[in-house]
């Protein structure tokens, strides 16, 4: 009886030790978010004054009325080149210097950095010259089409040719909005085309590259370009009826973030994609899209910030169901 009063007594005192600890991490915790949501509001506080009050607002708003009354007012000349013109060309500046390095090994202050040792070095150009084609093709026979309907739902809003910018303090809430709506539809398109039915018919060609580079973000099927690449970036700022600025920034910063998590380097000061290009090699995992996910949440261990790809440690022995299925 003895023996089980002290064992009792024992527990007792683990339970009350473990529990004091974990109100003494949760206050911690509370500290340091309570904390960091101060300096962050401050800091977007500051930044959104500095940029609306000193100089950068008035030199936005001025090239914006510049532009507006060049264009005549024609807005629909005004959403091409903003939703079309100036995101492509983010697009294919960033990866055209992806390219370079893919093609000639070369500079090798970016080569230095491959993820996937010996693979691409150097790209092989028959395959790349078909992923261009293709990407090309969803450019311009899927993605600039989609953009004539939502020309006419942002004239519905009335906002998105408004000769007033928005503040840098709205823009901030819209990407706020746009990343959270793009996550949860990309998210559920993406499990949807790595089921066995459809894996086989849509997303395999995406998975062609198990060694992805940046021009291959967009290298899909049409259906799958669709549904998961265009109609997740789109429906925030129809939903918002934004302005068409904001618009442009926003398709420019989806673009080039998904350039980043393919491009097969892990370059200083930019997030890791090694957990995508692990995705690409085992087609394991529905990831979130990147950079604003938490793909650790899905696949523990994605996102290890080590230079080598080998640092990637995901418990998977074999391709999902989905792949063997489609061989």
């Known amino acids: 009886m003895k023996m089980e009063a002290d064992s009792g007594y024992s527990s007792s005192a683990e339970l009350q030790k473990q529990g004091k600890k974990l109100s003494h991490a ?6 340091v978010f309570s904390t ?10 500051s930044a959104s004054w500095f940029t609306q009050n000193i100089t950068l607002g008035n030199f936005w708003q001025t090239a914006w009325l510049e532009f507006y009354d060049h264009m005549e007012g024609d807005e629909w000349t005004i959403f091409l080149i903003g939703a079309a013109l100036v995101p492509a060309l983010a697009f294919w500046g960033f990866n055209g210097i992806l390219l370079v390095a893919d093609i000639t090994g070369k500079p090798t202050f970016i080569t230095r950095y491959r993820i996937q040792l010996g693979k691409n070095d150097p790209v092989d150009t028959k395959k790349l010259w078909k992923a261009i084609y293709t990407v090309l093709g969803n450019q311009f026979f899927i993605s600039f089409p989609m953009l004539v309907p939502m020309f006419y739902i942002m004239k519905w809003w009335d906002s998105t040719f408004s000769k007033e910018l928005p503040t840098f303090q709205w823009f901030l809430v819209e990407l706020s909005i746009f990343t959270v709506v793009e996550e949860i539809l990309f998210y559920y398109s993406h499990r949807l085309v790595h089921h066995p039915v459809l894996y086989k018919h849509i997303h395999k060609k995406h998975h062609e590259w198990t060694a992805p580079i940046g021009v291959v973000s967009i290298y899909a099927h049409p259906i799958e370009h669709i549904i998961s690449n265009t109609l997740p970036v789109m429906t925030g700022p129809m939903l918002m009826g934004s302005h068409i600025v904001s618009i442009s920034a926003w398709f420019s910063i989806a673009l080039v973030t998904t350039s980043i998590s393919h491009c097969g380097y892990h370059l200083p000061l930019l997030p890791s994609p090694e957990f995508h290009d692990f995705h690409h090699l085992k087609y394991v995992c529905a990831l979130l899209s ?21 640092r990637v440690k995901w418990v998977c022995l074999t391709h999902t169901l989905a792949e063997q299925l489609s061989t």
């Open 290 to 310: 990147f950079p604003f996910s938490c793909p650790s949440c899905l696949c523990p261990g994605t996102t290890d910030r080590g230079n080598s790809f080998l």
């Open 26 to 31: 949760l206050r911690i915790s509370a500290y």
């Open 36 to 45: 960091g949501l101060l300096m962050f509001t401050a800091l977007v506080n």
